[in-house]
């Protein structure tokens, strides 16, 4: 049996780790976020108002991607799901960084792209492991990964975007239906440092997968 699992969460919350962890712990292939090789990513945080809506387009098509290749393996670990695309272009337009045109054609790019999801054989992951972190940790996990215009000295604004950020994410994830999904406390667990926190966070996980009827 297929079983796709997703991650969500905002910057820095541990999705690529979990997905890792995860995909080791199932069995399954990790399919991950392209952001070192991503060209305009480094552009958008030079300047937001003119790269949102070109990064906003270059993330949908590659999350699209990923999941035409993810449903052609068997288990998988999706870092990062599709449906959070919408939430980051929606806050950017929200801040002033894209103009209507530009919402309005993303809109219709997006609808077409998740119409198509609906053709392939599995039209959403079995489980939504999302996790939840707050601004401290979020930040204390940005300045440890260390990318350089991820940080607060790069830019001090990107205090006020992490924090809308997180003021986003609580209803998207409130409102997420596509597919059961399970909240993991990205501040209670160190699955970096703590194999005890690994195991507890993984067990989390599992179990919900039992009750799915997906282990
Ligand atoms: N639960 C955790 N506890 C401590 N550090 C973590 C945890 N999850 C991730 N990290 C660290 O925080 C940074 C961001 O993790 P990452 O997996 O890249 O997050 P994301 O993919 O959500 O952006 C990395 O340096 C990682 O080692
Ligand atoms: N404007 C957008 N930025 C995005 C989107 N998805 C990710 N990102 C940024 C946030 C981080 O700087 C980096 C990687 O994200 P992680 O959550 O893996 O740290 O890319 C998006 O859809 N729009």
């Given at each position: 049996?297929?079983?796709?699992?997703?991650?969500?969460?905002p910057i820095g919350a541990g999705k690529s780790t979990l997905t890792k962890i995860l995909a080791a712990d199932l069995g399954s292939q990790a399919f991950?976020?392209?952001?070192?090789?991503?060209?305009?990513?480094?552009?958008?945080?030079?300047?937001?108002?003119?790269?949102?809506?070109?990064?906003?387009?270059?993330?949908?098509?590659?999350?699209?991607?990923?999941?035409?290749?993810?449903?052609?393996?068997?288990?998988?670990?999706?870092?990062?799901?599709?449906?959070?695309?919408?939430?980051?272009?929606?806050?950017?337009?929200?801040?002033?960084?894209?103009?209507?045109?530009?919402?309005?054609?993303?809109?219709?790019?997006?609808?077409?792209?998740?119409?198509?999801?609906?053709?392939?054989?599995?039209?959403?992951?079995?489980?939504?492991?999302?996790?939840?972190?707050?601004?401290?940790?979020?930040?204390?996990?940005?300045?440890?990964?260390?990318?350089?215009?991820?940080?607060?000295?790069?830019?001090?604004?990107?205090?006020?975007?992490?924090?809308?950020?997180?003021?986003?994410y609580g209803p998207w994830y409130e409102n997420y239906n596509y597919s059961p999904k399970i909240r993991i406390d990205g501040d209670k667990y160190d699955?970096?440092?703590?194999?005890?926190?690994?195991?507890?966070?993984?067990?989390?996980?599992?179990?919900?997968?039992?009750?799915?009827?997906?282990?």
């Amino acid at each position: 049996m297929m079983t796709v699992i997703a991650l969500s969460g905002p910057i820095g919350a541990g999705k690529s780790t979990l997905t890792k962890i995860l995909a080791a712990d199932l069995g399954s292939q990790a399919f991950y976020e392209s952001v070192e090789d991503n060209p305009v990513l480094p552009l958008f945080y030079a300047d937001p108002a003119k790269y949102a809506f070109l990064l906003q387009i270059y993330f949908l098509n590659t999350r699209f991607r990923n999941i035409k290749d993810a449903l052609v393996a068997d288990n998988n670990v999706l870092d990062r799901s599709i449906y959070e695309d919408e939430l980051f272009f929606q806050m950017n337009a929200d801040m002033g960084r894209a103009n209507q045109t530009e919402v309005d054609i993303y809109r219709d790019l997006l609808h077409n792209m998740m119409e198509e999801l609906k053709t392939l054989p599995k039209k959403a992951p079995d489980l939504l492991v999302h996790i939840d972190v707050s601004y401290d940790t979020m930040l204390k996990r940005i300045t440890k990964r260390g990318r350089s215009f991820e940080q607060l000295s790069y830019d001090p604004t990107l205090e006020t975007y992490y924090k809308t950020l997180l003021e986003y994410y609580g209803p998207w994830y409130e409102n997420y239906n596509y597919s059961p999904k399970i909240r993991i406390d990205g501040d209670k667990y160190d699955f970096v440092e703590s194999k005890e926190d690994q195991t507890a966070v993984i067990t989390q996980i599992e179990d919900k997968l039992h009750e799915l009827g997906q282990l």
